[in-house]
């Protein structure tokens, strides 16, 4: 669905007006194959669809004032697909950080990485350093792409790095708590996500950001990721204000603690009528 820019904009105040906008947006992108084979079209067509709905959806991410958005590109498991398509997506990667990088300067986006960077090919982890260092002043959306990542790698090589800590000495095991383990993965300094965006209707996490999911709110897209645009994203943040997060507590503490109940179910009438 797209929208006159004179909406867009409207769209986004009533959004910002009807609840809180999430710090943090995590996004598992999937359904780009399906896209494809939907219209007789090789798998690559549905990934480099797929770059159009990342560009929309970080533009309208930065515009709402989301500070957080981790894009999960590439997955550990991804390199048991066939060869070709695995240097295909590296490819277009390639391409998009080259074409994008300066846009993304412009609009204040910070590009940040997580996951096993070594491991993905030299030019990529090239294109990926200017990025890094062109746009590492700006303050606005830090853009995090998740690549060669897994939830499960990230936790292990968090425990590496504590027992590695321990043996020298400069952390002891009584003092590793909750803040201390977050402090040991790649996410450190960042909030958990607020809301797990997942595209493609499949209800499950796929090894994505398996501790710092904990308290997330989910929101299951039944479209396909090429399909995701815009006004898909403030669908989902206007869903997720409609939810109470309780963090464990009952919902009289959190509602005293001073949660509002959003009213935008106007403003989803509104989505689905442009
Ligand atoms: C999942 O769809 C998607 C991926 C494994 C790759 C995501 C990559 C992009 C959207 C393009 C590049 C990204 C950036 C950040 C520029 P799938 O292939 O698993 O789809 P399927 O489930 O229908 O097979």
Same mark, same amino acid.
């Given at each position: 669905?797209?929208?006159?820019?004179?909406?867009?904009?409207? =769209?986004?105040?009533?959004?910002?007006?009807?609840?809180?906008?999430? /710090?943090? +947006?995590?996004? %598992?992108? #999937?359904?780009?194959? @399906?896209?494809?084979?939907?219209?007789?079209?090789?798998?690559?067509?549905?990934?480099?669809?797929?770059?159009?709905?990342?560009?929309?959806?970080?533009?309208?991410?930065?515009?709402?004032?989301?500070?957080?958005?981790?894009?999960?590109?590439?997955?550990?498991?991804?390199?048991?697909?066939?060869?070709?398509?695995?240097?295909?997506?590296?490819?277009?990667?390639?391409?998009?950080?080259?074409?994008?990088?300066?846009?993304?300067?412009?609009?204040?986006?910070?590009?940040?990485?997580?996951?096993?960077?070594?491991?993905?090919?030299?030019?990529?982890?090239?294109?990926?350093?200017?990025?890094?260092?062109?746009?590492?002043?700006?303050?606005?959306?830090?853009?995090? =792409?998740?690549?060669?990542?897994?939830?499960?790698?990230?936790?292990? /090589?968090? +425990?590496?790095? %504590?027992? #590695?800590?321990?043996? @020298?000495?400069?952390?002891?095991?009584?003092?590793?708590?909750?803040?201390?383990?977050?402090?040991?993965?790649?996410?450190?300094?960042?909030?958990?996500?607020?809301?797990?965006?997942?595209?493609?209707?499949?209800?499950?996490?796929?090894?994505?950001?398996?501790?710092?999911?904990?308290?997330?709110?989910?929101?299951?897209?039944?479209?396909?990721?090429?399909?995701?645009?815009?006004?898909?994203?403030?669908?989902?943040?206007?869903?997720?204000?409609?939810?109470?997060?309780?963090?464990?507590?009952?919902?009289?503490?959190?509602?005293?603690?001073?949660?509002?109940?959003?009213?935008?179910?106007?403003?989803?009438?509104?989505?689905?009528?442009?």
């Amino acid at each position: 669905m797209t929208v006159a820019v004179g909406n867009d904009k409207r =769209l986004q105040d009533e959004l910002k007006r009807s609840g809180n906008i999430p /710090t943090h +947006i995590a996004i %598992i992108m #999937d359904g780009n194959g @399906r896209w494809a084979k939907k219209r007789g079209l090789p798998r690559i067509a549905g990934h480099n669809e797929g770059v159009e709905s990342v560009r929309d959806t970080v533009e309208a991410c930065g515009q709402l004032g989301v500070k957080y958005l981790t894009l999960y590109a590439f997955s550990t498991e991804n390199w048991k697909r066939p060869k070709d398509e695995v240097s295909m997506l590296m490819r277009l990667l390639m391409r998009a950080l080259r074409d994008e990088t300066d846009k993304l300067y412009q609009n204040n986006v910070r590009v940040r990485v997580i996951g096993d960077i070594q491991s993905l090919p030299q030019e990529v982890q090239s294109e990926l350093a200017d990025a890094i260092e062109k746009t590492k002043l700006n303050t606005g959306l830090n853009l995090f =792409l998740a690549l060669s990542y897994s939830g499960r790698w990230d936790v292990t /090589t968090a +425990i590496r790095k %504590i027992a #590695d800590d321990v043996m @020298r000495g400069t952390l002891s095991p009584e003092s590793i708590d909750e803040p201390i383990v977050s402090a040991y993965l790649s996410t450190k300094d960042v909030p958990d996500p607020d809301l797990l965006i997942r595209t493609g209707g499949e209800v499950r996490i796929s090894n994505f950001l398996l501790w710092q999911l904990a308290y997330s709110e989910i929101y299951i897209s039944s479209l396909f990721w090429p399909e995701f645009r815009r006004t898909e994203i403030y669908a989902a943040i206007a869903d997720y204000q409609h939810r109470e997060r309780r963090f464990g507590m009952v919902s009289e503490q959190v509602q005293s603690s001073g949660h509002k109940p959003s009213t935008v179910t106007q403003f989803l009438k509104n989505v689905s009528r442009l």
